[in-house]
């Protein structure tokens, strides 16, 4: 017999909205009294069979980035007349890459954008452009500090340029951040789980339960090396016996 009960979730929509905060809005974990609730995700990376997990920061908090520029168009020979948006773009680009390569090494973050659209033909400057990118972080502080930051750029761009800047963040995933207390637990009942040094910079929406009660989440290799939402990603389902051996190790033997 187990020392406590169990509650499984059977979440919908993982991706999207996000099926952990419905979940959580049922106000389900605090109904049954849920002490810690644990997760894992195939992670192809990692060798078969393998399980890894690492202390506090594990999966970043995701938020998409839509930038609109808007200027004024004119002929490229008399381009003083207009207001480049294409320009204006990429300046805004390299000073929001500065700024976020100012910060500590140590504090993990990221603002990559991965698409810029501006323009129509050679020899007219452009009068709008569109960004779109992601800003990643851990503690809330940095990433509401990043967007601002982002935003003052925009205003001095603005200024500048006699341009408008529209910025729009999406609302994301939290970060996933494990408790140190849960992860000391499972590594003392299973020594062979690895500690990963570094977090990942992907995002997941079992973040939404760690709000709610202590967590850990964990990958489970399947050794293929295939990336996670690749058309061709498969792994060998025997693996999927790991994670409940180490969930039935979880269960008889961490005092919660």
Request: net charge negative; hydrophobic share 40%; with cysteine.
């Amino acid at each position: 017999s187990l020392p406590y009960n169990v509650l499984l979730i059977f979440q919908p929509g993982e991706e999207s909205p996000g099926g952990a905060r419905l979940i959580c809005e049922t106000k389900i974990l605090e109904e049954k009294k849920v002490a810690a609730i644990f997760g894992t995700h195939l992670w192809p990376m990692l060798p078969k069979g393998e399980v890894a997990t690492r202390k506090n920061e594990m999966m970043a908090r995701s938020s998409e980035v839509n930038v609109d520029i808007e200027g004024k168009s004119s002929h490229v020979a008399k381009y003083k007349e207009g207001i480049d948006a294409m320009e204006i773009s990429a300046r805004y680009l390299l000073k929001c890459y500065e700024m976020e390569k100012s910060y500590h090494p140590d504090i993990y973050r990221l603002l990559r954008f991965g698409k810029l659209e501006s323009g129509t033909v050679r020899n007219v400057v452009a009068s709008k452009a569109r960004m779109e990118g992601t800003l990643r972080a851990f503690q809330d502080e940095i990433y509401w500090e990043l967007r601002k930051n982002m935003h003052r750029i925009a205003e001095y761009l603005e200024r500048k340029y006699q341009a408008k800047i529209d910025l729009e963040f999406s609302l994301g995933y939290p970060a996933v951040i494990n408790d140190g207390t849960l992860v000391e637990k499972v590594c003392a009942i299973d020594p062979q789980i690895k500690l990963l040094k570094e977090p990942e910079m992907i995002s997941e929406d079992f973040a939404y339960y760690q709000q709610e009660v202590p967590g850990v989440f964990f990958f489970l290799g399947t050794g293929t090396g295939i990336p996670l939402h690749n058309a061709h990603f498969d792994f060998e389902e025997s693996i999927l016996e790991e994670g409940v051996k180490l969930y039935l190790k979880i269960l008889k033997s961490i005092k919660l």
